[in-house]
Nanobody
């Protein structure tokens, strides 16, 4: 069971990037999809999230620029980032919960993290 993030890179201010997080197994066994980021010298922070029902929430600094979505056919969830700014420079991590056996004969949601993908925005 794993999450695999991809799509980071170096762009100039005002450009766009799309991050993807590939979930192993069926996307239906995953819930509470989220993207976090950790900038240089900063703590990890929540950027965007999507609940199982499709409801979304965003950090104020990215509202109107970032969009989180799911692709059920490709078993991925994505973060479309438009009008990127140097302050968006960070390592981006995907996060979600997987339904699995957490103890003998006991099932629940277990959190997983992708490995992180670096986004660098130059001015």
């Amino acid at each position: 069971v794993q999450l695999q993030a991809s799509g980071g890179g170096l762009v100039q201010a005002g450009e766009s990037l799309k991050l993807s997080c590939a979930a192993s197994g069926s996307i239906h066994s995953w819930s509470d999809f989220a993207w976090y980021r950790q900038g240089p010298g900063k703590q990890r922070e929540l950027v965007a999230k999507m609940g199982t029902g499709g409801n979304t929430d965003y950090q104020d600094s990215v509202k109107g620029r970032f969009t989180v979505s799911r692709d059920m056919d490709r078993n991925t969830f994505n973060l479309q980032m438009n009008n990127l700014q140097p302050t968006d420079t960070a390592v981006y991590y995907c996060n979600a919960e997987h339904w699995e056996e957490t103890a003998p004969r006991s099932y629940g949601w277990a959190p997983y993290w992708g490995q992180g993908t670096l986004v660098t925005v130059s001015s």
